[in-house]
DNA sequence: ATTTAGTTTAACCATATGGTTAGCAAATAT
DNA sequence: ATATTTGCTAACCATATGGTTAAACTAAAT
């Protein structure tokens, strides 16, 4: 058996895999396309990876391992609320920047099967937002921010920094520019969304 | 003819695509699955409507003709930005508590197809932010709000509000509450997201 | 009573789709 | 050298799916 070849094949299976159902959803992805795409046999899409479940298992955990560490950042970092609103919003921004398909994807998916992050809290240690509610709460005390909830900031802060690729059509749309336009519309946003929140919650 | 029966089964089909398409998306949908639903013969989705496109385009218009006149309320109207913000985000939160599957039915399927975004913008007079921006410039100018960028408000404002409806599997998960305790969240943010939108851009 | 038009159903059709199988070719092990 | 395992393909299969059709039914119009 050739190794090279061996894990080349697999990994452009799932390459492929992920181009397809990032953009067309489960429900939408066809493995005839995948294959095509990889420039492979169907055959070894089941050969590889069982069934299509199991194909797209694959392609969403891959997906939500890129993002974890993303979230986590916010969440389990000893940097104050203000550095970490900074540095979130400006490194998440990028990040998507370079995954567009991903946070659309995971909603879309989760939306369809709710089960499916039953599965991922298990798993992960991650989706643990106590942390940062207690560092809310100890900042508030102590009078660097005014009073706030730490899970309704918590809702806030992912809302402003990925609402807008999600609904990127209809903001397209609204604001009335091109793929070039928004891009320039999401670097603005880096440091805008979080002079926004940081206005909002900082006591002056 | 009856026009009583017809414009019933006319409706009862409507109604069951709606709920179908809603929550399962075009792709998911299936005729035979909405036929079942509306309790009537698979023929008569096609007698009817014609082919699964076409119903699909009915009950997307119908769903956005319901979200369109909620947007239309912060951009063409003539109260203050911030009774706007006031307003808006407590009744479109009530709105979405009536209508939970919307903005995920119409942020998922503009993003499966942009082109459908064309056509609406081509029928309805909607989706112009200019109003709100030149409003915006003003309120700032008369040293009402900080310096604020009229479209990013705009995106924020959404952003706030829509997004954790669309991404609620995720909120939940992460706050760790059940259906009940994300209703109660989500009422508590109709004066929550308003306070932080206001604290944040208003001059004081 | 009969015609006419709209409504509804069961059966059917062509195609798409996820998945399987038999066999081949090359590499590896014996 | 031979047997065995592995990677791969073409052909195939069963079922699902959107859509069609011909005939039956209903109710109003003549």
Redesign the interface.
Known sequence: MNKEKDSNTEEQILDAAKNVFQT??M??ARMQEIADLAGINKAMLHYYYRSKQLLFEAVFKNAFSLLAPQLNKILNDDSSIEDKVKNFTSNYISFIIKHPYLP?F???E???N?D??IK??ENSSL?N?EKFKQQVELEVSKGIL?PT?G??L???I???N???F???????????IDDEGFKQ?ME??KT??SE??I???KQH
């Open positions: 067309k959803g429900d939408g659309n995971i909603i879309q989760l939306n369809r709710p499916f992050i991922i809290q989706l937002i005014k909830k899970d309704q918590f809702i806030n992912l809302a402003l990925i609402f807008p999600v609904a990127k059509p209809l903001v397209k749309a609204f604001v009335k519309l603005q946003r805008d969304v926004f929140i206005n909002s919650i």
